[in-house]
């Protein structure tokens, strides 16, 4: 099975209209799994949002595709941005100490005394569960996270930033996806949607 990574804005800027770009996003499935109700949101994003964030440079989104009966399918996507990752003075003197001294040797305190440090964010993670998706064998979230990361490692080559961050629901088996894949978890941290917090130190492979 190979599977091939495309930008959304190389998509837009082709001889496709845009029309015909919606008509392929909207291929794109979730389903519930127990205990977690955030799959509406990356439905929900590559739905309606992914066209409009990257037109206004709020983030960059990464289709995945496979193929089926020698079509190409739709299979996952990821969403990335560059933004730092704020702390709040209130979430921070929550966090331990262990915790605060390690973040304290990749970040700044802010004038607003909150804490500041330059990174990645992965917005969106998402498998696509369409009958077709399935019948093309596609991307697992294994392979989505792998590439996420290989993308966040050429932009840091080119532009710097400490850590790659992603928020998630309070549910082990998000948690214990994410931290097989290196991330730490933030603890007694919850961020403003209610969901927690994941960290990972960026560095580039020797």
Same mark, same amino acid.
């Given at each position: 099975?190979?599977?091939? $990574?495309?930008?959304?804005?190389?998509?837009?800027?082709?001889?496709?209209?845009?029309?015909?770009?919606?008509?392929?996003?909207?291929?794109?499935?979730?389903?519930?799994?127990?205990?977690?109700?955030?799959?509406?949101?990356?439905?929900?994003?590559?739905?309606?949002?992914?066209?409009?964030?990257?037109?206004?440079?709020?983030?960059?989104?990464?289709? $995945?595709?496979?193929?089926?009966?020698?079509?190409?399918?739709?299979?996952?996507?990821?969403?990335?941005?560059?933004?730092?990752?704020?702390?709040?003075?209130?979430? @921070?003197?929550?966090?331990?100490?262990? =915790?605060?001294?390690?973040? =304290?040797?990749?970040?700044?305190?802010?004038?607003?005394?909150?804490?500041?440090?330059?990174?990645?964010?992965?917005?969106?993670?998402?498998?696509? @569960?369409?009958?077709?998706?399935?019948?093309?064998?596609?991307?697992?979230?294994?392979?989505?996270?792998? @590439?996420?990361?290989?993308?966040?490692?050429?932009?840091?080559?080119? $532009?710097?930033?400490?850590?790659?961050?992603?928020?998630?629901?309070?549910?082990?088996?998000?948690?214990?996806?994410?931290?097989?894949?290196?991330?730490?978890?933030?603890?007694?941290?919850?961020?403003?949607?209610?969901?927690? =917090? =994941?960290?990972?130190?960026?560095?580039?492979?020797?």
């Amino acid at each position: 099975m190979a599977l091939n $990574v495309v930008s959304l804005t190389d998509i837009l800027n082709s001889d496709i209209n845009e029309e015909e770009v919606k008509d392929f996003l909207f291929t794109f499935e979730t389903i519930q799994s127990d205990g977690i109700s955030g799959a509406d949101d990356v439905e929900q994003f590559i739905h309606y949002k992914a066209i409009e964030f990257e037109k206004l440079d709020i983030s960059r989104t990464y289709l $995945v595709f496979s193929t089926y009966k020698e079509k190409n399918v739709l299979t996952g996507y990821f969403s990335i941005s560059n933004r730092p990752l704020a702390i709040s003075k209130k979430n @921070f003197s929550k966090l331990s100490n262990t =915790m605060k001294k390690r973040l =304290m040797g990749v970040g700044h305190r802010t004038e607003q005394d909150s804490y500041e440090i330059k990174g990645f964010l992965i917005g969106q993670l998402g498998k696509n @569960f369409s009958l077709e998706a399935q019948k093309a064998n596609g991307a697992t979230g294994r392979d989505l996270m792998a @590439f996420a990361q290989s993308k966040i490692l050429e932009a840091h080559k080119i $532009v710097g930033g400490r850590i790659i961050y992603l928020e998630c629901e309070h549910v082990d088996k998000l948690i214990s996806f994410y931290r097989d894949h290196g991330f730490v978890e933030l603890e007694d941290y919850e961020s403003i949607n209610g969901y927690a =917090m =994941m960290v990972k130190r960026l560095k580039q492979p020797k």
